[in-house]
Every structure is written in C-alpha cells, then in structure tokens.
C-alpha cells in the first residue's frame, strides 16, 4: 500500500490539468497552510511570527525545470531580493533554491552565473544558501556545483537523500569540504537501480548518513517528520556528546507543529521549511509521497483553524 501510495501521489505531482486547477483556486482548498505566500512579502509576517516563537526558516521559491535562459534570470533575481528582505527585515531565515530553476538543463555557465549572482549577495548579508536535491540524474551534477562553489561561498548547503545507493559514497567525498548538510529521505520517483526500494531500508540508511555525519564533525540538519528518526539523533547527539550547536531539526511549514514545539522547548534547534509561491502544487504532492503519514498531517493542516 506504501509504493501505491507513494507511485499515486508523484503521478499527481505531474499531472498539469490539476496543477492549473491548484493555481486557481489553491487559497480555497487551503494552500495557504502549506505555503507562506504567492510572494516574499506576503510571508515575511509568518517568518517573523515564526521567528517569535523561537523557530527559525529557509524559504523556498516554489518552481523548477525551468528552460527558458530569461526566466532563469528571473529566478535568480527573485532569490537576490529575498536576500535583501531577509536582511532589511533582520528575519532568522536562509534560502533554499534549485538548480534547474536556475539553468541546470540549460547549461553549466548559465547556472554557475546565476549562483555566483546570488552567493555574492548572501555573504555580504552572512545568509546561508542551501542547494536543494532534485532527482537522481541531476544528483552528480547538483553535488558537482555544490563543491566547487563551496570553496569560495563558506555559508552554502546542499542535500543529500537516503534513499539513493550513492549517498553513502557522496558522503566521504564532499566531508573535503566540511559541508553544512540536509539529510531527508528523498520525494522523486527512482528506479530500483539507483534507490532502495523498501522503507526501512531508507530509514536505516538516513541513520547511518546522519551518525556518519554528524561524527566527521559536519553540520547537519535532520529533515524529517518520523518520530524513529528524531528519537534515534537524540540519542545519538547525548551518547556521543555532540553540542546542539552542530545540528538541527528541520520540518515542513504546516507539518508536525507540535513535534517542533516539544523540540523547541528540550533546547533544540528547529528550522521550518517555508516555501512561497505560486507553483505549490507539485512541490504539496512529492511531500505526500515521501511519507503516507503525511497525508494525515497534511490534511490536519489544512482543513483545521
């Protein structure tokens, strides 16, 4: 029931009949609860309330696959203004972007431009970029980036998934570059050549990415909404004395929002995704297929005041 559910949902995630539909009339049916805004300036009141609460936040411009050179220059001008948002209004808060909305499918030149455009404006503000994973073909190009800008931007993230048999290797080979990490499970669609099939399988590799990280002394953020997960870098971080300043737990904007409270409340730090936008629909699907449990926290999310 788990890979049905899981196969339904990314088969709705690029379905583009019902992703219009979701542009239209997303605000009715409760786009609002998992996503901070069409634009930057209407979420910066849910970062600072946020913010109040004692929780910090990545934002997220929603879209990808982008293949038009224009409108890659149009996304990277919109992360250099949320940027300088973030900044003016002295919100806690980094950035998180995809490659293929930067130029990625297009050419190497195109997006290594368009980061260096937005790198060179985070560091004057000390705001961290985390590049986001996206599917498995485009994993060694992202990590490929990821290291060679590393060496000139220090406040750059990148993510890596449990569920592709590479990880592990990855791993050891970006430690070089003593990386700031996002360890998830992984959203996309994979063939049983590149990813664990079962999800226990990809549990247990999120464990072992996450011990192995954490222990060559590497930031790392734990994304995740499964209890195990949570429970088993608790105990870890207490057995091997690592300080809280070293890692952090990440959740999605709308999910697990007493988890994060609990969290916040043992001392923890806790960063919310919060993406904004108008293409939420896809990106609300994936999240759907990472986990069944979602589903119910999803829906929760939405339909509750």
């Given at each position: 029931?788990?890979?049905?559910?899981?196969?339904?949902?990314?088969?709705?995630?690029?379905?583009?009949?019902?992703?219009?539909?979701?542009?239209?009339?997303?605000?009715?049916?409760?786009?609002?609860?998992?996503?901070?805004?069409?634009?930057?300036?209407?979420?910066?009141?849910?970062?600072?309330?946020?913010?109040?609460?004692?929780?910090?936040?990545?934002?997220?411009?929603?879209?990808?696959?982008?293949d038009?050179?224009?409108?890659?220059?149009?996304?990277?001008?919109?992360c250099?203004?949320?940027?300088?948002?973030?900044?003016?209004?002295?919100?806690?808060?980094?950035?998180?972007?995809?490659?293929?909305?930067?130029?990625?499918?297009?050419?190497?030149?195109?997006?290594?431009?368009?980061?260096?455009?937005?790198?060179?404006?985070?560091?004057k503000?000390?705001?961290?970029?985390?590049?986001?994973?996206?599917?498995?073909?485009?994993?060694?190009?992202?990590?490929?980036?990821?290291?060679?800008?590393?060496?000139?931007y220090?406040?750059?993230?990148?993510?890596?998934?449990?569920?592709?048999?590479?990880?592990?290797?990855d791993?050891?080979?970006?430690?070089?570059?003593?990386?700031?990490?996002?360890?998830?499970?992984?959203?996309?669609?994979?063939?049983?050549?590149?990813?664990?099939?079962e999800?226990?399988?990809?549990?247990?590799?999120?464990?072992?990415?996450?011990?192995?990280?954490?222990?060559?002394?590497?930031?790392?953020?734990?994304?995740?909404?499964?209890?195990?997960?949570?429970?088993?870098?608790?105990?870890?971080?207490?057995?091997?004395?690592?300080?809280?300043?070293?890692?952090?737990?990440?959740?999605?904007?709308?999910?697990?929002?007493?988890?994060?409270?609990?969290?916040?409340?043992?001392?923890?730090?806790?960063?919310?995704?919060?993406?904004?936008?108008?293409?939420?629909?896809?990106?609300?699907?994936?999240?759907?297929?990472?986990?069944?449990?979602n589903?119910?926290?999803?829906?929760?999310?939405?339909?509750?005041?």
């Amino acid at each position: 029931m788990e890979a049905i559910s899981k196969n339904f949902f990314l088969y709705l995630s690029n379905n583009k009949l019902l992703d219009r539909f979701a542009k239209r009339f997303g605000s009715k049916f409760g786009a609002d609860k998992i996503v901070g805004g069409e634009t930057f300036s209407q979420a910066i009141p849910l970062i600072q309330q946020l913010n109040h609460e004692g929780l910090v936040v990545t934002v997220d411009h929603l879209g990808e696959f982008v293949d038009c050179e224009e409108e890659s220059r149009d996304r990277a001008g919109e992360c250099i203004r949320c940027i300088q948002q973030i900044a003016s209004n002295q919100l806690q808060s980094e950035v998180s972007l995809k490659l293929t909305s930067l130029g990625l499918d297009i050419s190497r030149e195109l997006v290594m431009e368009n980061m260096e455009l937005i790198l060179k404006e985070a560091q004057k503000h000390d705001i961290t970029v985390t590049i986001d994973m996206e599917d498995s073909s485009r994993c060694g190009a992202t990590l490929d980036i990821y290291q060679e800008l590393k060496k000139d931007y220090p406040n750059l993230g990148t993510v890596v998934q449990s569920y592709l048999y590479r990880t592990d290797e990855d791993l050891d080979r970006l430690n070089e570059c003593q990386p700031y990490l996002r360890l998830v499970k992984g959203a996309y669609k994979e063939s049983g050549k590149v990813a664990f099939p079962e999800k226990h399988l990809v549990d247990d590799n999120l464990k072992h990415l996450i011990k192995k990280n954490l222990l060559n002394g590497n930031y790392t953020a734990i994304a995740s909404h499964d209890d195990a997960i949570v429970d088993y870098t608790k105990k870890l971080v207490e057995e091997h004395d690592i300080p809280k300043d070293r890692f952090e737990f990440q959740m999605l904007y709308g999910m697990r929002n007493q988890m994060q409270k609990d969290l916040l409340e043992e001392g923890y730090k806790v960063r919310v995704y919060l993406p904004y936008g108008e293409d939420w629909y896809g990106y609300f699907m994936r999240r759907l297929a990472e986990r069944p449990a979602n589903i119910a926290f999803a829906l929760k999310g939405v339909f509750s005041k």
